[in-house]
């Protein structure tokens, strides 16, 4: 009897398992089916817009918006890579954002790092100017900027786009970095310290390689938005030299006649290097937010 009491037991248990195991694969294979449907949502307006920069004008009114080309046209992207003068827009959006990026990292690095790990009557008040930079709606200050930049004499000058993208990516970057800051045990300073380390290198030589993960989010976070970026340009820059991708793209509407299939392929052009660099820190940015969320 015990012998058969025994091998029942054992059934019931390895019937339990098998159970729980269908549950389990069931329970995954519905969360991968729903994330695989959640990731086509997301991959699909890349890929119609990548067949909206194939097509021509007459395709883009005259056939079903979900349609495939029926000539591509592969034209339309060596077109406004040359005549559209997307090259020297796509150089001004690189090297505005690049500036910009490096500028508001290692400025927002010296302002996290004074406010967190030194002693000064003024850190929490500059932290409370920070913080109310956040609150600013970037509209309620075009005509304060325009009139500062034009009496200083930056109007139509890069400057003008790359202080504003700077100012106004200060406050966010500083919020980021600053959990990260608090959670770096000080002992670590305090043996630079003892090795004779100054200020200035316990934070070139010791805070900062260790801020690398949530440099890298603040990087991609910026770099987006100043690629992005339409009003600051579109308000101080007239030139055609100084414009960049988000704003060059309206040199294809014309008053009479727009050509759709260029203006696809333009934002074809100003979306991959995004994409590319959100896909190479893709694991940095992760990173970086999980390594300042936690403290210890």
């Not at 077109?79 to 003068?85: A, F, I, N, P, T």
């Not at 003024?122 to 309620?140: D, K, N």
Request: aromatic fraction near 14%; charge should be positive.
């Amino acid at each position: 009897m015990n012998e058969f009491a025994a091998h029942k037991r054992s059934g019931t248990i390895s019937d339990t398992r098998v159970k729980a195991s269908f549950g389990s694969r069931l329970g995954f294979g519905v969360l991968y089916l729903i994330l695989g449907i959640l990731a086509v949502i997301q991959i699909y307006p890349l890929f119609w817009l990548f067949l909206f920069s194939l097509k021509t004008n007459q395709e883009v009114f005259g056939m079903s918006p979900f349609a495939f080309p029926q000539h591509p046209q592969w034209a339309n992207y060596p077109k406004v890579w040359s005549q559209g003068h997307i090259n020297l827009y796509f150089f001004n959006s690189v090297w505005y954002t690049v500036v910009a990026v490096l500028l508001t990292i290692i400025l927002a690095s010296f302002v996290t790092f004074a406010i967190t790990r030194m002693n000064w009557k003024l850190s929490r008040f500059v932290l409370g100017l920070f913080i109310v930079g956040l609150m600013i709606p970037l509209h309620s200050t075009l005509i304060p900027l325009f009139n500062f930049f034009k009496h200083v004499h930056l109007i139509n000058n890069p400057l003008s786009v790359i202080l504003s993208y700077t100012a106004f990516n200060l406050p966010v970057t500083i919020m980021i970095l600053l959990g990260f800051y608090q959670a770096i045990p000080r002992e670590i300073e305090e043996a630079g310290v003892m090795d004779g380390c100054s200020v200035h290198r316990i934070f070139l030589r010791i805070v900062l390689p260790l801020t690398t993960p949530v440099l890298a989010t603040t990087a991609i976070i910026n770099m987006i938005y100043n690629w992005n970026e339409f009003v600051f340009v579109n308000t101080f820059i007239s030139s055609d030299r100084w414009k960049t991708l988000t704003v060059g793209v309206n040199n294809f509407v014309g008053q009479y006649l727009t050509d759709w299939g260029a203006i696809g392929a333009t934002l074809m052009i100003s979306i991959l290097p995004i994409l590319i660099a959100f896909l190479l820190l893709s694991n940095r940015i992760v990173e970086g937010l999980a390594a300042g969320s936690v403290k210890g």
